[in-house]
Protein backbone atom coordinates (compact mmCIF):
# COMPACT_ATOMS: atom_id res chain seq x y z
CA UNK A 1 0.00 0.00 0.00
CA UNK A 2 1.21 3.47 -0.63
CA UNK A 3 -0.16 7.14 -0.59
CA UNK A 4 1.89 9.73 -1.98
CA UNK A 5 0.54 13.35 -1.15
CA UNK A 6 1.86 16.23 -3.40
CA UNK A 7 1.04 19.33 -3.94
CA UNK A 8 2.33 21.88 -0.80
CA UNK A 9 4.56 24.64 -1.04
CA UNK A 10 4.70 28.30 -0.32
CA UNK A 11 2.07 30.68 -0.40
CA UNK A 12 1.26 34.31 0.63
CA UNK A 13 -1.62 34.43 3.53
CA UNK A 14 -5.00 34.62 1.94
CA UNK A 15 -3.91 32.65 -1.30
CA UNK A 16 -4.73 28.95 -1.77
CA UNK A 17 -3.12 25.24 -2.53
CA UNK A 18 -4.23 22.35 -3.77
CA UNK A 19 -2.71 18.88 -2.27
CA UNK A 20 -3.82 15.95 -3.89
CA UNK A 21 -3.04 11.86 -2.24
CA UNK A 22 -2.88 9.03 -4.99
CA UNK A 23 -3.69 5.66 -3.36
CA UNK A 24 -2.41 2.51 -4.74
CA UNK A 25 -2.36 -1.26 -3.31
CA UNK A 26 -5.21 -1.99 -0.88
CA UNK A 27 -7.15 1.55 -1.24
CA UNK A 28 -10.47 1.18 -2.31
CA UNK A 29 -14.00 3.61 -2.05
CA UNK A 30 -14.39 1.86 1.05
CA UNK A 31 -11.73 3.37 2.81
CA UNK A 32 -12.09 6.53 5.50
CA UNK A 33 -9.20 9.28 4.02
CA UNK A 34 -8.49 12.01 6.00
CA UNK A 35 -5.75 14.90 5.85
CA UNK A 36 -3.41 15.48 9.25
CA UNK A 37 -0.95 18.29 9.62
CA UNK A 38 1.81 18.78 12.00
CA UNK A 39 3.46 21.86 12.79
CA UNK A 40 6.94 22.35 14.40
CA UNK A 41 6.93 21.45 17.84
CA UNK A 42 2.99 20.48 18.07
CA UNK A 43 1.27 17.25 17.53
CA UNK A 44 0.13 15.72 14.41
CA UNK A 45 -3.60 16.75 14.24
CA UNK A 46 -6.88 15.90 11.70
CA UNK A 47 -8.11 18.76 9.48
CA UNK A 48 -10.49 17.39 7.24
CA UNK A 49 -11.51 13.41 6.70
CA UNK A 50 -14.18 11.88 4.11
CA UNK A 51 -15.74 8.41 4.49
CA UNK A 52 -16.45 6.21 1.74
CA UNK A 53 -20.51 7.94 2.13
CA UNK A 54 -18.59 10.74 1.24
CA UNK A 55 -19.39 12.30 4.64
CA UNK A 56 -16.86 14.94 5.55
CA UNK A 57 -15.29 16.56 8.88
CA UNK A 58 -13.44 19.40 9.13
CA UNK A 59 -11.30 20.65 12.42
CA UNK A 60 -12.98 23.87 13.73
CA UNK A 61 -9.66 25.55 12.82
CA UNK A 62 -10.51 25.08 8.70
CA UNK A 63 -13.90 24.80 8.30
CA UNK A 64 -15.58 27.29 5.93
CA UNK A 65 -11.73 27.19 4.08
CA UNK A 66 -11.09 23.90 3.60
CA UNK A 67 -12.84 21.35 1.21
CA UNK A 68 -11.58 17.70 0.98
CA UNK A 69 -12.80 15.46 -1.85
CA UNK A 70 -12.32 12.33 -3.55
CA UNK A 71 -12.16 10.34 -6.96
CA UNK A 72 -12.37 6.60 -6.13
CA UNK A 73 -11.78 5.90 -10.16
CA UNK A 74 -8.50 7.88 -9.76
CA UNK A 75 -7.97 6.63 -6.32
CA UNK A 76 -6.92 10.16 -5.10
CA UNK A 77 -8.25 12.32 -2.37
CA UNK A 78 -7.60 16.14 -2.63
CA UNK A 79 -7.35 18.92 -0.06
CA UNK A 80 -8.14 22.36 -1.73
CA UNK A 81 -6.86 25.29 0.71
CA UNK A 82 -8.31 28.62 0.57
CA UNK A 83 -7.80 31.79 2.88
CA UNK A 84 -4.63 30.25 4.32
CA UNK A 85 -3.04 31.52 7.03
CA UNK A 86 0.52 31.59 8.29
CA UNK A 87 -0.67 29.33 11.14
CA UNK A 88 -1.93 26.21 8.33
CA UNK A 89 1.72 26.02 8.13
CA UNK A 90 2.72 22.23 8.46
CA UNK A 91 3.81 19.09 6.86
CA UNK A 92 0.49 17.96 5.24
CA UNK A 93 -0.22 13.96 5.44
CA UNK A 94 -2.22 11.42 3.68
CA UNK A 95 -4.27 8.72 5.38
CA UNK A 96 -6.52 5.66 4.48
CA UNK A 97 -8.33 3.64 6.98
CA UNK A 98 -11.02 0.95 6.53
CA UNK A 99 -10.36 -1.12 9.83
CA UNK A 100 -7.11 -0.94 12.49
CA UNK A 101 -4.69 1.80 12.34
CA UNK A 102 -4.61 2.43 8.68
CA UNK A 103 -1.85 3.49 6.57
CA UNK A 104 -0.11 6.91 6.29
CA UNK A 105 1.73 8.76 3.22
CA UNK A 106 4.93 10.59 3.46
CA UNK A 107 3.87 14.05 4.23
CA UNK A 108 3.95 17.08 1.89
CA UNK A 109 5.02 20.58 3.69
CA UNK A 110 3.14 23.78 3.27
CA UNK A 111 4.56 27.17 4.42
CA UNK A 112 2.59 30.39 4.48
CA UNK A 113 3.93 33.10 4.70
CA UNK A 114 2.60 36.48 6.12
Known amino acids: VQLQASGGGLVQAGGSLRLSCTGSGIISSQHTMAWYRQAPGKQREMVASITAADVTTYSDSVKGRFTISRDNAKKEVYLEMNSLKPEDTAVYYC?????????WGKGTQVTVSS
Open 95 to 103: HARRIGPGY
